[in-house]
């Protein structure tokens, strides 16, 4: 479910909310907090539920122990799914900076969109393949094992299961499953144009999104199965959401294809001294002026930067005693920007780390910023000629 992943950035803000794994063919593999609760939720369900009205004479320990294996094993194929994409990502030189479990799945954090739509539909579909990959793994475990080894039989019985219901489901022709990236990708190859096939793939995600609404709310008032009525009614809710986020960012993207940083920087920053206070920059610069950046010198060189999101987190109380060379983020940890890096990868990067602007370096010397509200001005202005 890769598509998810503007909403996943929304939700995760700048508090750290991941918990790093470790790292698959060089990828790092994430926990999102909310992950905790779809577990918890799946593992309760086979242990409590679905397992003892299957097998009615286990024991109390084993009907657990089974039920947190398939649980972790059902994650696992869901990471099995996003690499699949990752995997064909890289093949196509589109690096892939993470992936990260959460309540809805996997996301798997892909750093540009396929450059073609005969690409972008192989990376589309290698992960309901890849989910029927593993639905056949399960199947041959469970001819080799017999129904006589309970245990094992059961789980590869319920992964079998789940995998090709997960394949199934990323199929639905519903931008930004992956169903509805064939879909875009179909158009787009029909079409010739990206934008058109993004819009009518939007279109039909949002269309099946309040399908799965309307039939959440008709199982709660026609059959009474309120958790599964609105289960199904919120994961409609989320997918119109993604739908329309995931189209806001392909129209970005498109806005600012082909444009370098060079193109987008800004040149005008306002340097003051790291031993001014954060008053002091407040009543010089901030009030009168509204700037909201601040490059921070030693007299002579660059030492850091200050944001206002910075000069916010300090209470008002400390500002006429708070240095700027206390707040700021020092130079050597900045990340920066090149003239010649694509100003999309350059958005990616300021929502990836939620920061706001970053520093451009030219022959090792800063020659200016590229902000955040600068690239949405230049494509608010492009988007108002028509360009």
């Known amino acids: 479910m890769s598509p998810f992943k503007s909403l996943l950035k929304q939700q995760q803000g700048k508090i750290n909310t991941s918990f790093r794994l470790g790292k698959v063919m060089g990828i790092p ?27 009615p004479r286990w024991d109390v320990r084993l009907y657990w122990f089974v039920g947190v294996i398939t649980s972790i094993m ?7 799914h996003e690499l699949a994409h990752s995997w064909f990502s890289i093949r196509q030189g589109i690096p892939v900076r993470s992936i990260t479990l959460f309540i809805f799945g996997g996301v798997a954090r892909i750093s540009r969109e396929s450059p073609k739509p005969l690409e972008e539909l192989v990376m589309a579909a290698a992960g309901p393949v890849s989910s029927l990959v593993v639905a056949g793994l399960f199947f041959i475990i469970r001819l080799l094992v017999g129904a006589d080894n309970e245990p094992v039989y059961a ?20 931008f930004p499953l992956d169903g509805g990236r064939v879909l875009r990708s179909i158009l787009w190859r029909a079409t010739g144009n990206y934008k058109r096939a993004t819009r009518l793939a939007s279109w039909v995600g949002q269309g099946v999104a309040y ?3 309307v039939a959440g709310i008709g199982m709660v008032f026609l059959t009474g199965d309120w ?25 970005l993207r498109e806005a600012l294809k082909g444009l370098k940083v060079r193109d987008v920087i800004t040149r005008d920053c306002v340097s003051v001294p790291q031993e001014n206070t954060l008053k002091q920059v407040a009543q010089d610069h901030i009030i009168p002026a509204g700037r909201s950046c601040f490059l921070a010198t030693d007299g002579v060189r660059l030492s850091g930067i200050i944001t206002l999101k910075d000069i916010k987190a300090i209470p008002q109380t400390q500002w ?50 590229v902000t955040k509200e600068n690239l949405i001005r230049f494509i608010r202005t492009r988007s108002e000629l028509g360009i």
Request: aromatic letters at 16%; glycine letters at 4%.
């Open 227 to 251: 958790f599964g009525g609105i289960w199904l009614a919120f994961i409609g809710w989320f997918l119109e959401n993604a739908a329309s986020s995931s189209y806001q960012q392909a129209m």
């Open 211 to 213: 399908a799965f609404i």
């Open 155 to 174: 789980v590869a019985s319920w992964m079998l299961r789940i995998n090709i219901a997960l394949a199934v489901f990323n199929l639905i022709p519903g």
């Open 74 to 80: 059902f994650f696992a194929s869901v990471v099995f």
């Open 29 to 55: 593999i994430y926990l999102h907090i909310s992950w905790f609760i779809i577990f918890a939720l799946v593992t309760v369900s086979l242990s409590y539920q679905f397992f003892p009205s299957v097998y």
């Open 320 to 369: 006429d005693t708070t240095l700027l060379k206390q707040a700021m983020t020092p130079i050597d940890q900045l990340q920066i920007a090149r003239m010649e890096d694509d100003a999309t990868e350059i958005l990616d990067r300021l929502d990836q780390e939620d920061i706001n602007q970053l520093p451009v370096i030219e022959n090792g010397s800063l020659v200016g910023i």
